[in-house]
């Protein structure tokens, strides 16, 4: 575990945690943003409502429980709109109720919001506890760059999510529609389009308490799906049909021999996901259309 970071941060950065996930995680989570003198919002889906999970409750921990699963999109957004009447927060760091925030990130992150008042999104890398890394280009993130960042590696002022009014709730995790995946990179579409910029740095953000990424194959087609969708909507198409079949090549030339051969059913589930995204017209797909 790593040291307590300047207590500053705590008036200034709250991590969001939508909870649908297995519980021993979610509380790892929170003990180590807790840990690192960060704020703590967990908004909970499901019948059951679990808040002794919280353990030592203080006024930077705060608990929202939404008997109805709709997805982490709305879980987040119900945690923004929640955030309006908290009025101690400057910058909020997405997470999921698997993911913990790494210290270094915390602070170097802070110091360029500090520095560059026109930075909207700070990002980094996601680690698993195997040691695999998901990361993009550090520097400032453009176009296409906005589909390989993953949400629990943001950093975004909650003005920012304010005014773009959260996240489109027809993407992501749990959400009701095909498409399981794609929230994230919409958000920062948005961002741009309004005129905000996104900065990618070189260190990891967030650590994945999963062993590696495990997908069921219906899972997995709605990821593929969620890509192609959000490809299609900020006008990525071709970039988009370019990648298709990129999961399939990837595993054969690069996972193959690290990796179960049951991986490869779910890798085609991806590509297959992708390519059905790309031919299903958007008027079949009830996709709510957040940009101004």
Not at 12 to 34: F, H, M, S, W, Y
Not at 40 to 53: K, M, P, T, W, Y
Not at 188 to 208: E, P, Q, T
Not at 272 to 279: N, P, S
Request: with cysteine; aromatic share 8%; charged share 25%.
């Amino acid at each position: 575990m790593t040291a307590k970071t300047d207590s500053r941060n705590k008036k200034n950065l709250i991590a969001l945690i939508p909870t649908i996930g297995e519980r021993q995680n979610v509380i790892d989570v929170i003990l180590e943003c807790k840990h690192l003198g960060l704020g703590v919002l967990i908004i909970h889906q499901g019948a059951s409502n679990f808040e002794e999970i919280l353990l030592e409750r203080d006024s930077d921990t705060h608990f929202i429980h939404v008997k109805e699963k709709e997805g982490v999109s709305k879980a987040r957004n119900i945690g923004i709109e929640y955030l309006k009447n908290v009025c101690d927060y400057e910058y909020v760091m997405i997470l999921n109720d698997c993911t913990i925030p790494n210290l270094e990130f915390i602070e170097q992150a802070l110091m360029v919001f500090r520095n560059h008042h026109d930075l909207d999104v700070i990002c980094g890398a996601c680690q698993f506890k195997s040691g695999q890394v998901a990361k993009s280009k550090s520097g400032e993130v453009r176009g296409w760059g906005f589909m390989g960042i993953l949400e629990p590696t943001m950093m975004i002022r909650l003005s920012t999510l304010q005014m773009l009014k959260g996240f489109d709730e027809t993407l992501g995790t749990g959400s009701k529609s095909r498409a399981q995946s794609g929230e994230g990179a919409d958000l920062l579409f948005r961002v741009s389009k309004n005129g905000g910029r996104v900065l990618n740095l070189n260190v990891v953000a967030s650590i994945d308490l999963r062993h590696s990424p495990s997908h069921s194959m219906k899972k997995d087609f709605g990821y593929g799906f969620g890509f192609s969708t959000v490809g299609k909507r900020h006008k990525m198409r071709f970039h988009t049909t370019l990648r298709v079949f990129t999961p399939i090549l990837r595993y054969l030339f690069l996972e193959r021999l690290a990796t179960s051969p049951d991986r490869f059913l779910n890798t085609c589930a991806v590509s297959l996901g992708r390519a059905v995204g790309l031919l299903v017209p958007p008027k079949l797909v009830r996709f709510k259309d957040n940009l101004k």
